[in-house]
């Protein structure tokens, strides 16, 4: 969760065109960011925001009221980790779903399934079922939705305050990855464990918890912090999703997100799997705290507490990469953010 608490996770979306997956040498470019209010839409009654997770998620699976969903076949949908006003001792902490449109509308407020302290949610195209990362006060997890209800697929105790499983991905060869946002260290150290989960052949779309890997991630935890500042639950860096590349095994965008008491130092990675190794590498590529990056019109743009990111459809054959920030349902501080980048080969 760090910085605070979290905002708008992004989706893995099908993607169109013919831009190469295999291709290793890439950039980002930021085509826009946008804003949006507690109450986005005169429709949408329930509030807007505490976004912690974005993903495209088919009619079929989707949450909400079918009978809103005539003529589509997929939306992006929109998850908070809780809703306002609802944190009181006893009272359960549901997450609820948005869905979003083209034109950046949102509709369609709904408990999702039931479940709470939602902080990272992807559909798995294999099985047909949708996954999430949950963070309680004691424990994280991870589950998957089943005839409209939670199961938990893998539960452990929290590693450390308000540090729990931020992330979950796909890779190609259906193998489910997952990282905690830093680890068990309260110390800044300089790893931070991926888990890596092979799918169970002897069930339908489950995962063999037993045969856990981990991969060691490199990792500053203090990396934007001054000397004599300490790292803890709400300030220092933290991983807070993690997204496949489309088509690969072998390649994870990780976003980095460090808060040092005043703003939000914010940077997506790619990480790479080597066979042979259980050391990940990594590579920056994109500073969202860089306006050198940035054409002239976009210089105003600063990065608030992107908790997420997905795929969306691309766009003139180049994938679209969606972040969203978690503006804590604090709008006097911090904003319901989209950011939208643009994925081109060099």
């Given at each position: ?278 050391i990940l590498t990594k590579q920056l590529v994109f500073d969202f ?10 210089k105003a743009f600063t990065p608030d507490n992107l908790e997420g ?38």
């Amino acid at each position: 969760m760090l910085f605070m608490k979290k905002w708008l996770c992004l989706l893995p979306v099908t993607l169109y065109g013919s831009f190469l997956w295999a291709q290793t040498s890439f950039k980002f470019e930021l085509i826009e960011q946008k804003e949006f209010s507690e109450y986005v839409d005169a429709a949408c009654k329930e509030k807007f925001g505490g976004i912690s997770a974005i993903e495209m998620i088919p009619d079929a699976v989707a949450p909400g009221n079918p009978e809103h969903k005539a003529g589509r076949q997929s939306s992006l949908y929109l998850v908070s980790d809780h809703y306002p006003n609802r944190r009181s001792a006893g009272v359960t902490q549901y997450s609820y779903s948005f869905r979003i449109d083209a034109a950046d509308k949102v509709y369609e407020p709904s408990v999702f399934f039931g479940q709470n302290s939602v902080e990272s949610v992807r559909y798995n195209e294999q099985s047909g079922k949708l996954f999430y990362s949950y963070e309680g006060d004691d424990n994280t997890g991870i589950g998957y939705i089943e005839s409209g209800k939670g199961h938990i697929l893998f539960e452990e105790p929290i590693p450390s305050d308000n540090r729990g499983i931020e992330g979950i991905t796909f890779t190609s060869d259906n193998r489910l990855w997952a990282v905690c946002e830093s680890g068990d260290q309260q110390s800044c150290g300089y790893t931070v464990p991926f888990y890596c989960f092979p799918p169970d052949s002897s069930t339908n779309g489950a995962y063999d918890i037993k045969a856990r890997t981990e991969y060691q991630y490199p990792f500053d935890k203090c990396s934007c912090l001054d000397a004599g500042c300490g790292f803890n639950g709400s300030i220092g860096n933290g991983i807070s999703e993690i997204l496949a590349l489309q088509g690969r095994k072998d390649k994870i965008l990780v976003l980095e997100r460090c808060f040092e008491g005043k703003a939000a130092h914010v940077r997506l990675f790619l990480a790479t799997v080597t066979a042979g190794s259980r050391i990940l590498t990594k590579q920056l590529v994109f500073d969202f705290n860089d306006n050198a990056t940035f054409s002239a019109k976009d210089k105003a743009f600063t990065p608030d507490n992107l908790e997420g990111m997905a795929w969306g459809s691309a766009e003139n054959g180049n994938p679209v990469l969606y972040l969203v920030s978690d503006n804590n349902f604090n709008p006097s501080r911090q904003r319901n953010q989209i950011v939208k980048l643009r994925m081109i080969a060099q």
